[in-house]
């Protein structure tokens, strides 16, 4: 059968956290470089069906086929990883160290941020023709999104802080059960529909992602975006990653984990 039961699925979300720690520097690098860049085309591609359709939700469902491409060839996103990777730790794998587990973090950290940022400048260059002319009805929407989901949270002050930390748990509890939602099946076509669903809701609920705002906020600013890389790390990027952490253990790795892995025994009727 294409499906498998939970208590075989979990056990292949340790082995792959643990497979991921034992990746070399550069095979991480690559293809966490890779998924960034994939997942910032999605971006674009899924604002500029918005934006041309005037339908949000027609982009929030196409969004989901760069999220699909990237994990059918195994790339790596921070999200992903979030989730994963721990799992080696507290089952206690041989070998398995903290520093292991933030050296891998790291490491898809740099790549997924390099690989986001070539496609900002690469979007960026083509919509302006080598920045000689205005970027166009789709500049200006993302100049907007980027000064609304910056600014906007700094105007609220920590509750608007929190605002984003809260955002980005939800979007790595949705994002972390497309991941999770793969490994249920063992069909192409299985693995597709698994993911789709939770990554469509994640984008069209305004959920926050480490990864799309690596490209997003950058490609915001070329763009004309009225704020500053302070504003973006502090108001952005730092309280997304948090919240894609722990959403992603919280509501999905651990709740697995101890119920399916690491179980308490039966109550005797």
Known sequence: MSYLEPTEFVTKMVDAGESKIYMSARDTLIRAFMAGAILGLAAIFAITVAVKTGSPLTGAILFPVGFIMLYLMKFDLLTGVFTLVPLALLDKRPGVTVGQ???????????????????????????????????????????????????????????????????????????????????????????????????????????????????????????GGGFTIGDYLLWNEIPTVLGNLVGGLLFVALPLYYTHVRTSPNRKI
């Open 101 to 223: 587990v933030l050296r891998n973090w790291g490491l898809v950290f740099i790549g997924n941020f390099a690989g986001a940022l070539t496609v900002a400048f690469m979007m960026s260059f083509i919509l302006t023709y080598g920045y000689s002319t205005d970027g166009g009805a789709l500049a200006a929407k993302v100049g907007s999104i980027g000064e609304s989901r910056t600014l906007g949270y700094k105007s609220h002050g920590m509750d608007g802080w929190f605002t984003i930390f809260i955002r980005g748990m939800l979007c790595n509890w949705m994002v972390s059960m497309g991941v999770v939602g793969a490994m249920i099946s063992t069909s192409a076509s299985g693995k597709i529909m698994a993911m789709w669903m939770p990554v469509m809701l994640f984008f069209f609920m305004g959920f926050e992602h480490s990864i799309v705002n690596m490209f997003l906020f950058p490609f915001s600013m070329i763009m």
